[in-house]
């Protein structure tokens, strides 16, 4: 993993398993009355990404344990994502539906939670979704681009193809809705 920090420090990325996804850093300051952190930063997320990135809607979801949302992207109006958890914690995945990369058809995991702050960087071409892993969790997520049901598509959580290691107790299923139970397999998924 390679790692970059901004000169004042404010925010540190990683890079992942999957081009261009990275795990953003912020920088917490703490005291015994509690902590501040700047959520967002234009300019301090440019020189950690290299991005000049527009973002265009936020949107903040509550879900209960054993909840999984996705596998989410749009074929129109595609979408970067900035992704964070305000309460509990989740299992955020991306996996790369981008034709001409070199981690096509991979994905990748992390553990997003309001005590480690992280938060996820998944650019356009990429199915995202998570798992809820505490007994609630509040996640924010802000878009490059508005929210477009025409061409939402999405990819079956648990295709054998993709193989995503969900960490859940062998034989549960995880709480869908019928969008996401109804997800598309590797093969029949359009891909950009």
């Given at each position: 993993?390679?790692?970059?920090?901004?000169?004042?420090?404010?925010?540190?990325?990683?890079?992942?398993?999957?081009?261009?996804?990275?795990?953003?850093?912020?920088?917490?300051?703490?005291?015994?009355?509690?902590?501040?952190?700047?959520?967002?930063?234009?300019?301090?997320?440019?020189?950690?990404?290299?991005?000049?990135?527009?973002?265009?809607?936020?949107?903040?979801?509550?879900?209960?344990?054993?909840?999984?949302?996705?596998?989410?992207?749009?074929?129109?109006?595609?979408?970067?994502?900035?992704?964070?958890?305000?309460?509990?914690?989740?299992?955020?995945?991306a996996v790369d539906l981008r034709k001409g990369s070199p981690t096509f058809g991979?994905?990748?995991?992390?553990?997003?939670?309001?005590?480690?702050?992280?938060?996820?960087?998944?650019?356009?071409?990429?199915?995202?979704?998570?798992?809820?892993?505490?007994?609630?969790?509040?996640?924010?997520?802000?878009?490059?681009?508005?929210?477009?049901?025409?061409?939402?598509?999405?990819?079956?959580?648990?295709?054998?193809?993709?193989?995503?290691?969900?960490?859940?107790?062998?034989?549960?299923?995880?709480?869908?809705?019928?969008?996401?139970?109804?997800?598309?397999?590797?093969?029949?998924?359009?891909?950009?």
């Open positions: 993993m390679m790692t970059s920090s901004d000169k004042q420090g404010k925010v540190s990325s990683t890079q992942t398993s999957l081009a261009d996804v990275l795990i953003i850093q912020p920088k917490v300051f703490g005291d015994e009355r509690g902590w501040f952190t700047e959520s967002f930063n234009a300019q301090d997320f440019s020189d950690v990404t290299g991005l000049d990135v527009n973002f265009l809607q936020d949107n903040h979801s509550f879900s209960r344990k054993g909840t999984l949302r996705g596998l989410h992207y749009q074929l129109e109006k595609t979408q970067g994502k900035l992704v964070r958890v305000v309460s509990g914690s989740v299992f955020d995945v991979k994905w990748d995991g992390v553990e997003l939670s309001a005590q480690n702050h992280r938060q996820l960087w998944i650019p356009p071409g990429f199915a995202h979704g998570f798992l809820v892993l505490s007994e609630a969790a509040e996640f924010l997520y802000k878009t490059t681009d508005y929210y477009h049901p025409q061409s939402e598509v999405c990819l079956a959580w648990n295709d054998p193809s993709v193989g995503i290691q969900w960490p859940l107790p062998t034989g549960t299923i995880p709480n869908l809705n019928a969008k996401d139970t109804a997800g598309l397999t590797w093969d029949q998924a359009p891909k950009f």
